[in-house]
């Protein structure tokens, strides 16, 4: 191979590595090349820019998520507690998460079937950062927390198995939940979407889950917080 045509090919491959988008969680920076061909000689000029360099540095993986935490905050100050026969299960040692008061404003989610088959993947796939955040689950610098989502790559079922099972306690284990949820229920409100569909019996039902029919009638008053507080999650 020529020199030229080596040139050529490394700038083919840095072009296709540069101008893949980073699924970093925050704004999808996208570097962008420029050639100039206008010379008959056998150099290329080749500009590489980016905002701020962002791709080339470590950013918070949950940047792009806004919550806004006073609203939440002002609705887990004023809710009405429970007794503590209906509170939920404490979470296991593997729930690396902060914010376990608002517990109960986020796991009625979990008595909630998946709409079909896309909703259940797209949950899973790209819905767990909100969680992370709202929960505020930690994870190291490097993202290689091994009780968070099943470790640096996060596989598996991380809304399920992580959250609904690890941190909620709405399920016993990651298959209990898998069965409950994929039950698919096609029901959904633009408001109160929660509250709503569980008066039309558009719910897990008790058996179902890890929680004594106290703590399940319980977690279904608490749809109408989480209606307010994390609504459509």
């Known amino acids: 191979m020529t020199g030229i045509a080596s040139q050529w090919l490394l700038l083919v491959i840095l072009a296709v590595a540069l101008t893949v988008p980073c699924f970093c969680g925050g704004d999808h920076d996208q570097a962008q090349i420029q050639f100039d061909t206008s010379s008959s000689s ?17 950013i918070d993986p949950d940047s792009g998520i806004v919550i806004n935490w006073t609203a939440l905050e002002e609705i887990a100050v004023n809710y009405s507690h429970s007794p503590p026969e209906e509170w939920l299960p404490p979470p296991t040692a593997n729930c690396s998460c902060l914010h376990m008061k608002y517990r109960p404003l986020y796991c009625p989610w979990y008595l909630k079937p998946f709409r079909d088959p896309f909703d259940f993947v797209v949950t899973e796939t790209t819905k767990w950062p909100v969680s992370r955040k709202l929960l505020s ?21 991380p809304m399920i198995a992580f959250f609904g099972t690890e941190c909620c306690r709405v399920f016993d284990n990651a298959t209990q939940g898998y069965m409950a949820l994929s039950a698919f229920d096609d029901c959904w409100y633009e408001k109160d979407e929660l509250q709503t569909c569980f008066a039309q019996g558009h719910r897990v039902p008790q058996h179902l889950t ?24």
């Open 137 to 157: 689950c930690h994870t190291n610098t490097d993202d290689t927390n091994n009780s968070m989502l099943n470790g640096p790559i996060h596989t598996g079922l």
């Open 42 to 58: 056998s150099s290329v000029t080749v500009t590489v820019t980016s905002d701020d360099q962002q791709r080339l540095s470590k």
């Open 210 to 233: 890890n929680l004594s029919p106290k703590q399940y009638q319980a977690l279904l008053r608490n749809a109408t917080y989480a209606d307010r507080a994390t609504p459509h999650l």
